[in-house]
């Protein structure tokens, strides 16, 4: 696995293991698609020797319910469980017993309550990275026993050496990082997916349709994406996107689609950041959520 950018955490992390201070847990927290997964196992392999690493090596998952009325992904406290005993278990050698959990986010509320008694009683050389985007959708006693790590979304210029890499025509690397939104998991879908190409165009000339666009056209727009979750989330990320660039433009006094105030654009930003908070972290229901928005736009 390659890391793209996240320089300054790599250099935190490595001080830190070479003068032996690493702590027992860690909260690495941050966007989706930014490389926090992938950091998290290159950083374990680097704690272990090559021979060691399956045996001192676990990853936690969500799972899906089993019930018909229970689709969400969790993790249980069965799996917490089977870990702790994983983890209490004597190392082949001196090399660190390391866990990764995952969208920690998706741990049932008896999972984090058994995720917090491990915590609290760290087992010999062991190291706990639970990965999840906000560090306030875990109990605040786990948090607190984590250090917390925060990772952002890349700059443009790490992810254009990236794409300079990549055998891409200009169109191709001009729309890759349009697209990436500073995600290297979004350049990766974009790049690895060529139907994902298409789907990414469809929603940039969605939005640009949606401007102006007569209030039934955006309240069908509103249906058809509530019935599928897949895409509901993706598209609000192309919208949030889309009118910072706007923003942007205004500020830079270049020519618009529609003449936007500045306030009308911040309203709208917030709107939609409100809109993806809500419809992942509550139970309010998505059509409503999404006229809501559309009629600010």
């Known amino acids: 696995m390659e890391i793209i950018g996240h320089k300054r955490q790599s250099q935190y992390l490595k001080q830190s293991a070479e003068n032996n201070r690493l702590a027992h847990a860690y909260l690495f927290y941050g966007p989706s698609k930014i490389g926090k997964r992938t950091f998290a196992i290159e950083f374990a392999k680097s704690l272990q020797k090559p021979e060691e690493r399956l045996a001192n090596f676990s990853m936690l998952e969500p799972i899906k319910g089993e019930e018909e009325d229970n689709k969400r ?27 990764i959990i995952d969208n920690a986010q998706a741990m049932t509320f008896d999972a984090q309550g058994a995720m917090l008694k491990l915590l609290e009683e760290p087992k010999g050389k062991s190291l706990i990275i639970l990965i999840a985007e906000l560090k306030d959708q875990l109990l605040s006693t786990i ?73 039934y056209e955006k309240f069908a727009l509103a249906e058809k994406l509530s019935k599928n979750r897949n895409e509901l989330l993706p598209s609000l990320e192309v919208w949030l996107h889309y009118f910072r660039e706007v923003l942007l433009k205004k500020l830079k006094k270049e020519k618009i689609k529609k003449e936007y105030s500045f306030n009308d654009l911040k309203e709208i930003i917030n709107a939609v950041e409100r809109t993806k908070y809500v419809l992942t972290q509550t139970n309010v229901n998505p059509r409503l959520a999404l006229e809501n928005l559309l009629l600010k736009i």
């Open 143 to 215: 948090t607190s026993r984590c250090q917390l790590i925060r990772f952002s979304t890349l700059s443009k210029q790490d992810i254009g050496q990236f794409l300079d890499s990549k055998d891409l025509d200009d169109s191709d690397k001009k729309m890759a990082l349009w697209l990436s939104f500073g995600k290297m998991g979004r350049v990766i879908d974009y790049l690895d997916k060529k139907e994902e190409r298409a789907i990414q165009k469809n929603k940039i000339k969605e939005i640009r349709e949606l401007i102006g666009a007569p209030i």
């Open 73 to 99: 992904e969790s993790i249980h406290i069965l799996q917490i469980r089977e870990l702790k005993s994983k983890l209490s278990l004597s190392s082949a050698s001196d090399g660190y017993k390391i866990a």
